[in-house]
């Protein structure tokens, strides 16, 4: 295994920019907001030459309920690690909040290394008041500004321990997968029940989730990545730079995701900001699973209501799977991955170009395009283009005339022959180039001859 460092320390003390700075990366969320990280993030990096895993964690020290909560977060990663690198603000000096950090610290038998960040502008005496910790380690960076990092990285590798690296296992041959919806209705929570361990913070309040958190999960089922994304709410109500960002990098992890889960709850249905997520998902073409989350504690006539308001609303995308599961307790969770292997393997789309075709050729003979100006439109045949989202690239005349209407029609043709279920298909059109156009129809001397007889015959009949 690799070794593992884990980032503690107050909240906003720079440990999700050093983090980023270790990591070479922007995968955690950074503002100048007390406590903006909650949950673990994890992220590989190369210090010295030796490959580690990075956790960054929330901030200690506050005594809320939410908080608490981050605390046995923090707690599991410094279990998990073979080298705590404790930061602390050079700015606002030694603190309470600090002393006692590291008396827990110490009295979980952690290794510690201490970091004094925000340096710049700072006397050089400030350093003296940290030295009296004890911790026989200890670099002075600047996180945002990149000093010292260099030095923090040769002396974090000589201290970790001698074990073989193994390549990261966060990506290769597995689904991305995002689970995605408003706020509250249970994102963490069925993240939490597909790893087994409460790995993500869970609070019966909105907006608890700020980042985007990939973990790896190995399932009975297959292999994913997991991405658990903040709650996305109207655009109207986003409040703060904050909740922005968050926003921003949930709409980007499903732009990356290959599947998308939409998770909405029973209770109140699919509402506008659903469908707004639902749209987003399929115009950048991620495959998408819905999930009907807090399904066992409606009443059978409620079940029934909420069906048949879900057909209602979803006669636009018959194609969507719709899955009804209980986070909480564990109902149909198992269900949804195995929904999502089905969709990936759909947006796979291997599929050749005779078979293309063939499809293609039966639907214009069921359905031929419309004329444009007295011409026909003309499509001859069709191959693959791509995958994720499976896109279709049909070559004729006229394409650029072909209406949406026409579009839509291929499309749903083209998924209901191959079966493809829960990922949007593209229909691309080309048009083949007139291989006469500037050419000159040159004449041989039989062809001029004859024109000229036929200009001397046309001037007579005009005399």
């Known amino acids: 295994?690799?070794?593992?460092?884990?980032?503690?320390?107050?909240?906003?003390?720079?440990?999700?920019?050093?983090?980023?700075?270790?990591?070479?990366?922007?995968?955690?969320?950074?503002?100048?907001?007390?406590?903006?990280?909650?949950?673990?993030?994890?992220?590989?990096?190369?210090?010295?030459?030796?490959?580690?895993?990075?956790?960054?964690?929330?901030?200690?020290?506050?005594?809320?309920?939410?908080?608490?909560?981050?605390?046995?977060?923090?707690?599991?990663?410094?279990?998990?690690?073979?080298?705590?690198?404790?930061?602390?603000?050079?700015?606002?000096?030694?603190?309470?909040?600090?002393?006692?950090?590291?008396?827990?610290?110490?009295?979980?038998?952690?290794?510690?290394?201490?970091?004094?960040?925000?340096?710049?502008?700072?006397?050089?005496?400030?350093?003296?008041?940290?030295?009296?910790?004890?911790?026989?380690?200890?670099?002075?960076?600047?996180?945002?500004?990149?000093?010292?990092?260099?030095?923090?990285?040769?002396?974090?590798?000589?201290?970790?321990?001698?074990?073989?690296?193994?390549?990261?296992?966060?990506?290769?041959?597995?689904?991305?997968?995002?689970?995605?919806?408003?706020?509250?209705?249970?994102?963490?929570?069925?993240?939490?029940?597909?790893?087994?361990?409460?790995?993500q913070v869970v609070f019966d309040a909105p907006g608890t989730t700020r980042d985007s958190i990939e973990i790896p999960l190995e399932h009975a089922t297959g292999k994913f990545l997991l991405i658990d994304t903040a709650g996305v709410r109207r655009k109207g109500r986003v409040d703060g730079v904050v909740e922005k960002f968050s926003v921003v990098k949930a709409l980007q992890a499903m732009r990356d995701a290959d599947v998308a889960v939409l998770l909405i709850d029973a209770q109140e249905g699919l509402v506008d900001q659903d469908l707004h997520l639902f749209e987003f998902a399929a115009d950048v073409g991620t495959g998408l699973v819905l999930a009907v989350n807090k399904w066992d504690g409606l009443s059978a006539d409620t079940r029934a209501s909420v069906k048949v308001g879900l057909d209602r609303r979803l006669t636009f995308a018959p194609w969507v799977p719709l899955r009804f599961i209980s986070a909480l307790h564990g109902t149909g969770v198992p269900d949804v991955l195995r929904e999502v292997l089905r969709v990936n393997r759909c947006a796979d789309f291997d599929v050749q170009t005779p078979v293309l075709t063939r499809i293609l050729n039966d639907a214009v003979r069921a359905h031929p395009p419309p004329s444009v100006s007295g011409r026909r439109i003309k499509l001859r045949y069709a191959h693959k283009s791509g995958s994720h989202p499976p896109t279709v690239m049909i070559h004729g005349n006229q394409t650029s005339a072909v209406p949406a209407s026409y579009t839509r029609f291929l499309e749903n043709r083209f998924r209901e022959t191959l079966k493809l279920i829960g990922t949007p298909i593209k229909i691309v059109f080309r048009t083949g180039d007139n291989p006469y156009k500037g050419k000159r129809n040159k004449l041989t001397p039989r062809q001029q001859l004859r024109r000229k007889r036929m200009v001397r015959h046309h001037k007579r009949r005009k005399r």
């Open 1 to 199: 295994m690799q070794p593992v460092i884990a980032l503690v320390g107050r909240p906003n003390v720079g440990k999700s920019t050093l983090f980023n700075r270790l990591t070479n990366s922007r995968d955690a969320l950074v503002a100048s907001v007390p406590g903006l990280t909650r949950d673990r993030q994890y992220g590989n990096a190369t210090l010295d030459g030796r490959s580690c895993t990075v956790i960054d964690t929330g901030g200690l020290g506050d005594s809320s309920q939410v908080s608490n909560l981050m605390a046995e977060q923090v707690g599991l990663a410094v279990d998990e690690a073979d080298l705590v690198l404790l930061l602390v603000d050079a700015r606002a000096g030694r603190t309470p909040a600090d002393e006692e950090i590291m008396q827990q610290l110490r009295e979980r038998g952690a290794e510690l290394f201490l970091v004094i960040n925000k340096i710049d502008g700072v006397p050089e005496s400030a350093e003296a008041e940290f030295l009296t910790f004890g911790v026989a380690d200890h670099a002075l960076v600047s996180a945002s500004h990149g000093r010292g990092i260099a030095g923090l990285a040769a002396a974090v590798a000589a201290r970790l321990p001698a074990t073989e690296t193994e390549p990261p296992p966060f990506v290769e041959g597995r689904v991305r997968l995002a689970v995605i919806g408003r706020p509250n209705v249970g994102k963490s929570t069925l993240i939490n029940r597909w790893l087994g361990e409460t790995r």
